[in-house]
């Protein structure tokens, strides 16, 4: 299983950005997913997760209300889509792919991890 994630890049404080991870290999219905972040100095952390068929999505407290996490299996890909971004969101964001679960928050429980797309946020 191979995830790539892309669209990340360089915005100002208050702009948009939608992030994409296309899954390879397997079926992405197979799996709950999850998106991460990792800013510099910092552990990774978890951002948002989605159950296998989209039915049940989870954001953490500080993408509530800016963030949303969604999925389309049909075309094997997992989204977050970011609004009003803040510069303390600038980090790499990492999609993952859980296989044994749904809906679990921790890095620990993800086997399939992209490489990650730098968001920079300018304020």
């Known amino acids: 299983v191979q995830l790539q994630a892309f669209g990340g890049g360089s915005v100002q404080a208050g702009d948009s950005l939608k992030l994409s991870c296309v899954v390879s290999g397997r079926t992405v219905s197979s799996y709950g997913m999850g998106w991460f972040r990792q800013a510099p100095g910092k552990e990774r952390e978890f951002v948002a997760v989605?159950?296998?068929?989209?039915?049940?999505?989870y954001v953490r407290d500080f993408g509530k209300d800016r963030f949303a996490i969604s999925r389309d299996n049909a075309k094997n890909t997992v989204y977050l889509q970011m609004n009003s971004l803040k510069s303390e969101d600038t980090a790499v964001y990492f999609c993952?792919?859980?296989?044994?679960?749904?809906?679990?928050?921790?890095?620990?429980?993800?086997?399939?991890w992209g490489r990650g797309t730098q968001v920079t946020v300018s304020s």
């Open positions: 993952a792919a859980d296989g044994d679960a749904e809906l679990r928050t921790t890095v620990m429980a993800y086997e399939y």
């Open positions: 989605i159950s296998r068929n989209g039915g049940t999505t």
